[in-house]
């Protein structure tokens, strides 16, 4: 099993930044791919951005340019550092772990209790 745990979340104006983190723990080894997911009150899940273990990253458009996804293998922390942010940007935020590359799919087999982000104009 694996537990993630996300923190960093809060209220913030537009134009501002956060950084939010995920600790991991337990059987790592499930953790080869990690991933950020939000998801808007009333609004499906979708993918933010993901890290596979070499260091490759990918992006929703909505956020390329804005956002970077890190991870620190030694802490076992995954990290999502946003800047600019708008109020479009206002979600709870997940993060996700698998073994498997599910890409920005909400397909991950592990997930954490999620983070909210508030983005006032």
């Known amino acids: 099993q694996v537990q993630l745990v996300e923190s960093g979340g809060g209220s913030v104006q537009a134009g501002g930044s956060l950084r939010l983190s995920c600790a991991a723990s337990?059987?790592?080894?499930?953790?080869?791919?990690m991933a950020w997911f939000r998801q808007a009150s009333g609004k499906e899940r979708e993918g933010v951005a993901a890290i596979e273990l070499d260091g490759s990253t990918v992006y929703a458009n909505s956020v390329k340019g804005r956002f970077t996804i890190s991870r620190d293998a030694a802490k076992n922390t995954l990290y999502l550092q946003m800047n600019s942010l708008k109020p479009e940007d206002t979600a709870m935020y997940y993060c996700a772990a698998d073994r498997i590359w599910w890409h920005l799919l909400p397909r991950y087999g592990y997930w954490g209790q999620g983070t909210q982000v508030t983005v006032s104009s």
């Open positions: 337990g059987y790592t080894y499930s953790t080869d791919y």
